[in-house]
């Protein structure tokens, strides 16, 4: 938690939001990855049944689908198993930009901050120091920061379903 709490002091504080916004969509994602997964299995169950009627799954569903066949009612759940497989993709894939975005919004900002901290320093100081180690150290330090934020974000929310 400590250091949870030493990274949130890094983070600008614009971006702290958007912190909030990373934990909620990456949980959005593991309900998505979880139903995509248990969509197979009353699809496995149905299709490889002998007697459908006697099935849990068909008992559940078996109001909306009296009027359908055997092989209408599998080809909707085929349906919607893909229907949900290409929304889950398309999602992941927005997830993926969204956080490549805000992971490099975080590390420009804190780029920033970092090199307004060098070029404030008094003149002899900047001067004692080759400004190629300067640049190297904000740019691998502020790199290292971000991929360590990412993981300690995606570390708490394992976390938080371990317990669950």
Request: glycine letters at 2%.
């Amino acid at each position: 938690m400590i250091e949870l709490n030493k990274i949130l002091k890094i983070i600008p504080k614009d971006e702290k939001k958007n912190t909030i916004v990373f934990l909620f969509l990456t949980v959005l994602t593991t309900l998505l990855e979880s139903f995509s997964i248990g969509l197979i299995f009353p699809l496995i169950v149905f299709g490889l049944s002998d007697d459908i009627k006697n099935e849990k799954f068909y008992l559940l569903i078996e109001n909306y689908v009296k009027n359908y066949s055997y092989e209408q009612i599998l080809f909707i759940l085929i349906v919607i198993l893909a229907t949900v497989y290409i929304f889950k993709n398309i999602y992941l894939l927005y997830l993926h930009w969204w956080k490549q975005g805000f992971n490099n919004r975080v590390r420009f900002k804190i780029d920033q901050r970092l090199l307004k901290i060098y070029l404030h320093q008094p003149l002899l100081k900047i001067l004692e120091k080759n400004s190629a180690f300067k640049v190297r150290n904000i740019v691998a330090e502020t790199s290292n920061f971000s991929k360590f934020f990412q993981v300690q974000c995606n570390y708490l929310l394992k976390l938080w379903f371990f317990w669950e």
